[in-house]
């Protein structure tokens, strides 16, 4: 118990040290580890760094970053499709759950440039405040396992439940877990962090991010560690063996053999959802691509569904003058709902949610069917920027955080998600806004 209270006093005369230095250090670290809270508390976070940002406005400190442009832009084309939306009280709503996009790069535009140390440690700080939400989390499913039994409950949604998100949490989780990855020297601490960090990322069951997690502890493995290649060897190894383990375990097991048969197999039972309601059957990836129209029972596992999401955008990109504009911001649900009419997918019932109500599920695809071309002109290029200023810093978080967000955009409409877009717009800018120039001494 003394190690945690003298562990915890070392944390908070650091950041307090750091916060005397640059006063939006500690309001950055506090927006980044309120986005798993309420949307209200998010927002207060947001709107205090704004407020000290401006109240500690210093003509000197203006950093006119070109990178940092980039979302401001495409909030303002974000604004500009008031004018051509075809779902005006959506667009407008949605332009305050945006407003991330122009608020943070305002903040980095106008206050002290980070230097490297100091993003470093935000990335610290805010890695061991991820370990404490993954405490909560396992903690809490714990208590509803001692009541209920289930096994489910340390699982996907039912972990932190739907509103948060498994899949954005993953995220969240992932990028902490290389915060301590990349340490050359780590405490017991640290390591028990790195261990559950690492069994978090599985336990949430977001396929896409699991992949790719794993493709990037081997790339470090091989190109960033120091240590022998027998030693890295035995590490892979080591990855393997556990990744094969995972096979006995229900819940992961089942997910990753439902997107084996979707893209193998045309309607395969779904046993899970079959139980007590009939026969459904699972929609492959060729089925949601070519078939015309579906049945009430027909069920789409993740891949396909998106294949048919982007199936239905080029519908609407040849049905609709939308190349230029898109449809507005958060303006297309109308134009889904009337595709899953036309292609009869399940409408929902009173305890199932239908898939009229969904997005793309895409973000390239989103941006362009809400924004049009030059939407997806801006996001590409930010994540072109971004990566390519990870490849050249050689920052591994960089270059992780990059990865995830460049694989995820695939899968995911993760900028239109209040907590999503506070995430990534915090994460670009500190990763990619002008380091503060060192200090060059003369004798």
């Known amino acids: 118990m003394a190690n945690i209270f003298n562990f915890s006093k070392n944390v908070f005369q650091n950041l307090k040290q750091e916060n005397s230095n640059h006063s939006s250090i500690l309001l950055i670290l506090l927006a980044l580890l309120c986005i798993p809270l309420g949307y209200a508390v998010n927002s207060i976070a947001l709107g205090l760094l704004f407020a000290d940002t401006l109240l500690c406005f210093k003509k000197e400190n203006l950093n006119l970053d070109y990178k940092l442009f980039l979302p401001i832009a495409l909030y303002i084309l974000m604004a500009l499709s008031l004018i051509w939306t075809i779902d005006f009280d959506r667009t407008i709503a949605a332009l305050s759950k945006e407003l991330p996009l122009l608020i943070v790069p305002i903040c980095f535009l106008i206050f002290r440039a980070f230097s490297d140390q100091e993003k470093s440690k935000i990335i610290n700080w805010y890695s061991y405040g991820i370990v404490f939400f993954c405490f909560y989390y396992l903690i809490n499913a714990l208590l509803k396992f001692a009541i209920s039994n289930d096994h489910g409950v340390f699982f996907y949604h039912e ?10 949490v993953s995220v969240y989780v992932a990028i902490a877990f290389f915060g301590f990855y990349v340490k050359t020297q780590k405490s017991i601490f640290d390591k028990l962090a790195l261990g559950l960090l690492f069994l978090m990322v599985f336990l949430l069951s977001s396929k896409n ?36 383990s995972l096979t006995f375990i229900k819940q992961i097991k089942d997910r990753f053999k439902e997107e084996y048969e979707t893209i193998m197999v045309d309607s395969s039972v779904n046993d899970v959802i079959s139980k007590g309601a009939g026969n459904v059957y699972n929609v492959s990836i060729k089925q949601a691509l070519t078939n015309p129209t579906f049945t009430s029972n027909d069920y789409f596992p993740g891949t396909a569904f998106r294949v048919y999401q982007t199936r239905i955008f080029i519908e609407m990109l040849q049905e609709n003058p939308i190349f230029w504009t898109g449809f507005g911001l958060d303006a297309s649900y109308s134009k889904i709902a009337e595709k899953s009419i036309q292609h009869n997918l399940f409408q929902g019932n009173e305890t199932n949610e239908g898939y009229q109500s969904k997005n793309f599920h895409n973000q390239y695809v989103q941006v362009f069917a809400e924004l049009g071309i030059f939407g997806l002109i801006i996001l590409l290029t930010m994540l072109i920027i971004s990566i390519r200023n990870a490849l050249k810093t050689k920052n591994f978080i960089h270059i992780a955080f990059s990865l995830m967000m460049f694989s995820l955009f695939l899968t995911e409409s993760f900028l239109w998600r209040q907590r999503g877009i506070t995430f990534f717009i915090l994460m670009y800018c500190l990763f990619n806004s002008n380091s503060q120039p060192k200090k060059i001494i003369t004798n």
């Not at 972990?159 to 948060?164: A, Q």
């Open 159 to 168: 972990l932190v439940t739907k509103d948060v998100n498994a899949i954005h």
């Open 209 to 244: 991010i699991i992949v790719v997690f794993i493709g990037l502890i081997v790339w470090h493995q091989l190109f960033y560690t120091k240590t022998s290649k027998k030693l890295r060897l035995k590490n892979i190894i080591l990855l393997l063996v556990f990744l094969i």
